[in-house]
């Protein structure tokens, strides 16, 4: 079996920036411990597999280690890759875990309208903070992911993560974010919990972080900059339960996977036997 994988670098209009997404457009689901095995060979922080479902497609995420339920760079990389393969269509329809998802395109910017993640108050602050060990302004909670401010934008660009009291947290991914110089924040996000020790532009995590910035700025329309190494640039307005959500893509590589050897088909029964799917 021969599949086609492509790479995109999402978030960005430069290759070898923003964030790579691994996207295998599918007719039809492979098995879930091989797709994962596909994420783990691809280790990069998503892989999407997509199927045509009616007029939309049906979209899945995995990381190396589990599948999720929203992720916003590798939805975006999706949708620049069904722009290439379906050139006339200007607007895409997800059915993911987290709901429909519908992305826009104009040429190489497109826009996601994603679900916001409500905030609420963090029980206990000082855990983050010494987990931390970084003075912190403030701190909230996103459904399973915590926000913390901190004093300034190279605070942010500077910090030096301990994954190991990261992934001690109550909470399947940190952000932590502060007012930007030449934009209005900047942010950076850790999940080693999920297989991603720091991921390099994460469209979920600007869910929190649109109604975050927009209450504390009074403004909708937000500019925002994810400041790790690779770097990558969206531009945010918050819709109340929406938050729509702008960015570049740009296509690295495009290829296929030979998965021929893991499949033999067995006589017996006249099904195909599957072979090869555990670690």
């Known amino acids: 079996m021969q599949l086609p994988l492509y790479v995109v670098d999402a978030f960005t209009s430069q290759l070898f920036h923003g964030n790579p997404a ?23 922080s998503e892989t999407a597999f997509l199927v045509p479902e009616g007029a939309c497609w049906r979209l899945r995420w995995f990381t190396p ?7 916003g760079h590798a939805t975006l990389a999706s949708t620049l890759v069904l722009s290439l393969l379906h050139p006339q269509q200007q607007q895409f329809r997800f059915l993911t875990r987290s709901g429909e998802l519908v992305v826009t395109h104009n040429d190489t910017l497109f826009t996601l309208d994603f679900p916001q993640l409500a905030l609420a108050p963090l029980p206990h602050p000082e855990h983050l903070a010494a ?29 030096q993560p301990d994954f190991g009291a990261i992934r001690q947290l109550n909470c399947s991914g940190l952000i932590i974010t502060a007012r930007g110089e030449d934009c209005d924040f900047v942010s950076r996000y850790f999940a080693p919990k999920v ?15 649109v109604p975050f910035w927009s209450r504390k700025l009074g403004k909708t329309n937000l500019h925002a900059r994810q400041v790790s190494a690779r770097g990558g640039e969206l531009f945010c307005e918050y819709r ?3 938050v729509l959500m702008s960015g570049h893509g740009v296509l690295y590589s495009h290829g296929i996977m030979n998965l021929a050897s893991l499949f033999h088909v067995s006589v017996k029964n006249g099904s195909p036997d599957q072979r090869g799917l555990s670690t």
């Open 22 to 44: 691994a996207v295998c457009p599918l007719t039809s689901w492979l098995p879930d411990a091989l797709m994962q095995q596909i994420a783990a060979e691809n280790n990069l």
């Open 65 to 71: 280690l589990v599948e999720i339920d929203l992720c």
């Open 131 to 159: 987990a931390l060990g970084v003075p912190v302004v403030c701190s909230t909670s996103a459904t399973s992911k915590l926000i913390a401010e901190l004093t300034d934008a190279a605070s942010v660009a500077s910090y």
């Open 195 to 209: 297989g991603v020790n720091e991921d390099p532009v994460t469209g979920s995590a600007h869910c929190a972080l």
């Open 240 to 242: 109340g339960e929406r």
